[in-house]
């Protein structure tokens, strides 16, 4: 238990690392947000049927809003990082086996906007901007793992939110987390259960984003697809908004 808290407060570190590496750089601050904000609108691009789908509206609006988007978490991370020590008590390993690896996503997804934001010349960002930041960044393979990590979550999180006395105790928790001034936290962990609680089995849903993330990554790795007039080039340009 106490490598995996390890590990979650190193990953933390890491975030807070970036967000000091862009806060020495105002210029790199707003190309990173703006990089995170066309991310924001390419999901909704990629997944608009799913948004608009009864069944996967909300677990597809917690990815827009918790994953993909230009907010600050550093008040959700630091409530976060108080909580760890607690967290390894209280919590059997599969729950802390998914918090490790939410928290490993989003030390990596940082890595890359800060490696996006530094590629991209100025906001905002636009198709042709971001397809060539993407090249120029390159680290496929942590996009592969990105990829893998979020698929993990999502499967960990379909087969906890089953568990009602898990549940049940995370709303108990709501009252005494306000009053630690935890509440950012509260509301991120209970909107993600009660979204892929909501959604009555993640399967289906998952084996769409895999597949259309592959895709995009296919796409958008493409030797050629940089070079205007080639085919490679139209198939990018048809993956982003």
């Given at each position: 238990?106490?490598?995996?808290s390890d590990?979650?407060?190193q990953?933390?570190?890491?975030v807070?690392?970036e967000r000091t590496?862009?806060?020495?750089?105002?210029?790199l601050?707003?190309?990173?947000?703006?990089?995170?904000a066309?991310?924001?609108?390419?999901?909704a691009?990629?997944?608009?049927?799913?948004?608009?789908?009864?069944r996967?509206?909300g677990?597809?609006q917690f990815?827009l809003?918790?994953?993909y988007g230009p907010?600050?978490f550093?008040?959700?991370?630091a409530q976060?990082a108080?909580?760890?020590?607690?967290l390894?008590r209280?919590?059997?390993?599969?729950v802390?086996?998914?918090?490790?690896?939410?928290a490993?996503l989003?030390?990596?997804s940082?890595?890359l906007?800060?490696?996006?934001?530094?590629?991209?010349?100025?906001?905002p960002?636009g198709a042709a901007e971001?397809l060539?930041?993407?090249?120029?960044?390159?680290?496929q393979?942590?996009?592969?793992?990105?990829?893998?990590l979020t698929?993990?979550i999502?499967?960990s999180?379909?087969?906890?939110?089953?568990r009602?006395l898990?549940?049940h105790?995370l709303?108990?928790m709501?009252v005494?987390?306000?009053?630690?001034?935890l509440?950012?936290?509260?509301?991120?962990?209970?909107?993600?259960?009660?979204?892929?609680?909501?959604?009555?089995g993640a399967?289906?849903?998952?084996?769409?984003v895999r597949?259309r993330e592959l895709?995009l990554?296919?796409?958008?790795?493409?030797?050629?697809?940089?070079?205007?007039g080639?085919a490679?080039?139209?198939v990018?340009l048809?993956?982003?908004p």
């Amino acid at each position: 238990m106490a490598a995996i808290s390890d590990n979650i407060l190193q990953h933390l570190s890491a975030v807070d690392s970036e967000r000091t590496r862009r806060a020495r750089d105002r210029s790199l601050q707003a190309r990173v947000t703006a990089v995170k904000a066309y991310q924001q609108r390419r999901f909704a691009h990629t997944y608009a049927d799913l948004l608009a789908s009864p069944r996967y509206r909300g677990v597809a609006q917690f990815f827009l809003d918790e994953l993909y988007g230009p907010r600050d978490f550093a008040e959700r991370d630091a409530q976060f990082a108080r909580v760890v020590p607690a967290l390894t008590r209280l919590f059997p390993s599969d729950v802390l086996s998914t918090v490790e690896a939410l928290a490993a996503l989003h030390a990596l997804s940082e890595s890359l906007d800060s490696d996006m934001g530094e590629a991209v010349a100025d906001a905002p960002v636009g198709a042709a901007e971001y397809l060539s930041a993407w090249q120029s960044c390159g680290r496929q393979a942590d996009r592969e793992r990105q990829l893998g990590l979020t698929v993990k979550i999502g499967e960990s999180l379909d087969q906890l939110t089953r568990r009602l006395l898990l549940r049940h105790s995370l709303r108990m928790m709501r009252v005494p987390a306000r009053a630690a001034g935890l509440s950012s936290l509260q509301s991120f962990l209970e909107s993600g259960f009660d979204t892929f609680h909501a959604m009555g089995g993640a399967s289906e849903f998952l084996r769409t984003v895999r597949s259309r993330e592959l895709a995009l990554m296919q796409a958008l790795f493409a030797t050629d697809a940089v070079t205007h007039g080639t085919a490679a080039h139209t198939v990018a340009l048809g993956q982003l908004p």
